[in-house]
């Protein structure tokens, strides 16, 4: 009971705290660009103004278009729940590893591309063509990732990698090449997921290069605002699983006492801000690629991922 | 999971780098960017060099460790750079076609080249034997790069990247040539470089381009 009411909080903060970082990198970026930046808090209010407004769905639009942003955001936070941002003794995360976390992501990225052609929009669907471009390229680079991690601690589990590497941490320091490598592909990989710079910019409304944004052209009111809160918390849970895998650092193993829950939270956060500082940063000094450059782009990351593999093979004798 | 200790981890941890620099001159378009990384992949061996010198007590390394860092992060680059200059070909962008592609058949490359140092580094006996595997994979990706690339100045590179997994190889595999070799191919490499410059001149008076495909017209007469 505990446990479960655990796994809640844990869902819960993500949903809460995902807005937050969204706001954070959005400020980052504008003082960066010296613009004056939003208010932090401005992704709250974006989801306020929503939620009050009447939504207007197209005459065309099928049971699919309705269902989608519940569909989303559900798997998204099935994935926060998933995911062992805070404490690893929570129920969620035993059962389900990470590459069913995978899964569930593609679950959310067919729904979406569904609902964008469902309108039947040519924006919708070009949109959703991309989308469904960068997202076969960029999965098996992300499972590539994984499996190094996998590989070095033997298990397919995001709590055991957890606890491996912060038992190994213990022993000594132990520097792994392959994760390096591993860690500059889940960047990239984390980069294309989350429609940022390099790849697709969140901020423009151009028609020529948008991706996510022109799926979400068809939204308005409550669906949009699930539509948005999903995709920040996509971005939240994909610094969580960044974290679990390359900075594992402080987060709670057994959840019993209140202190390493606290001191894991406080982590979190700060491993968050600087997280969102160096996503912004990253962001501001890269241009956008042609869409047609974004295969190399991806190819560079699967690549990158496999490289950390066999360095690992390799190394380990 | 035993511990290797931990100049061995940084030994990895610099050819790791060796062969990521590799991958990223095999990508990389603009000529002076290649030359900066070809640089940086002396820095890499020369780290790499003075490391193992450190580890197995080989005097002799710490020399061909500050040949290395003087010939291949400095002057090299240096000759490279000035002309680079002189020909005018300063902010060329060398076209790629297929760069995914280039990728994967590197990867194949290097999946060969671990698979063939395996038995090799199980017999040798120094503190590097196990990136022997990555000296190899950073040769074949160099003759790769030659390969895929057009410009002389570009094949002029990779002859040089060659060379520097050829003496990670033997750094790797036997701790260093004899100094009279590595003074010999450090020789090599210096002249090789100034004749290799003066080819580009006469290349580019001939063809007025540095592209070898007008090569292909060549007949004797």
């Not at chain 1, 969620?92 to 990470?98: L, N, T």
């Not at chain 1, 990698?161 to 320091?173: E, S, W, Y």
């Not at chain 1, 949009?224 to 193993?253: Q, T, V």
Request: proline share 4%.
């Amino acid at each position: 009971m505990i446990a479960l009411l655990r796994q809640l909080a844990e869902a819960l903060l993500a949903i809460a705290l995902a807005p937050l970082l969204a706001g954070w990198v959005a400020q980052c970026r504008a003082w960066l660009q010296n613009r004056s930046a939003p208010s932090l808090l401005q992704p709250y209010r974006t989801l306020r103004k929503l939620f009050h407004k009447d939504a207007v769905l197209a005459e065309q639009a099928s049971p699919l278009f309705r269902i989608t942003p519940y569909v989303v955001f559900g798997t998204m936070m099935l994935a926060a729940a998933i995911i062992p941002s805070v404490t690893t003794d929570v129920p969620f995360a035993r059962v389900a590893d990470a590459i069913a976390l995978v899964g569930l992501f593609a679950t959310a990225r067919v729904f979406m591309a569904l609902a964008a052609m469902d309108i039947g929009t040519a924006f919708g669907t070009l949109g959703a063509r991309r989308e469904m471009m960068v997202g076969f390229l960029a999965e098996p680079a992300l499972l590539m990732v994984l499996f190094n991690a996998f590989l070095m601690y033997g298990s397919t589990a995001l709590p055991t990698v957890v606890h491996d590497a912060l038992a190994f941490d213990t022993h000594g320091l132990l520097l792994r090449p392959s994760l390096a490598f591993a860690g500059v592909a889940f960047v990239m990989v984390l980069l294309a997921e989350n429609g940022r710079i390099p790849i697709d910019n969140p901020t423009t409304h151009l028609e020529l290069t948008m991706i996510h944004e022109a799926m979400l052209l068809e939204y308005s009111a409550r669906h949009l605002a699930l539509m948005e809160w999903a995709s920040w918390l996509k971005l939240f849970n994909y610094a969580c699983i960044g974290f679990a895998l390359f900075a594992p650092w402080g987060i709670a193993l057994h959840a019993d006492t209140a202190s390493p829950l606290l001191l894991a939270l406080a982590l979190l956060v700060l491993k968050l801000t600087v997280a969102g500082a160096v996503l912004a940063v990253i962001e501001t000094v890269s241009a956008k690629l042609r869409v047609f450059r974004a295969p190399e782009f991806l190819s560079m990351a699967f690549l990158l991922a496999v490289l950390g593999i066999l360095v690992h093979l390799l190394l380990r004798s | 999971m035993h511990m290797p200790s931990l100049a061995t981890q940084f030994l990895h941890v610099l050819a790791a780098g060796l062969l990521l620099i590799s991958f990223a001159m095999l990508a990389q378009r603009r000529i002076r960017r290649l030359i900066v990384l070809l640089a940086w992949q002396g820095a890499l061996l020369s780290a790499s060099t003075l490391l193992v010198a450190i580890t197995a007590h080989q005097a002799h390394l710490y020399y061909s460790a500050a040949l290395t860092l003087a010939l291949k992060v400095i002057v090299l680059p240096w000759i490279l750079m000035r002309l680079m200059k002189r020909l005018g070909i300063a902010g060329e962008v060398e076209p790629l076609v297929n760069v995914s592609t280039l990728m994967l058949v590197g990867l194949a490359l290097v999946i060969f080249a671990f698979g063939l140092a395996q038995p090799v580094s199980a017999l040798a006996t120094t503190v590097t034997r196990q990136a022997l595997g990555i000296a190899l994979a950073v040769i074949l990706l160099a003759f790769l790069m030659i390969i895929a690339r057009r410009k002389a100045v570009t094949q002029v590179i990779g002859i040089l990247a060659l060379e520097n997994g050829l003496f990670f190889a033997a750094t790797s595999a036997t701790y260093g040539m004899p100094m009279v070799v590595e003074l010999g191919i450090a020789l090599d490499l210096l002249v090789g470089v100034f004749v290799f410059g003066i080819f580009f001149f006469h290349i580019r008076e001939q063809f007025d381009s540095l592209d070898l495909h007008h090569f292909e017209s060549l007949k004797e007469e």
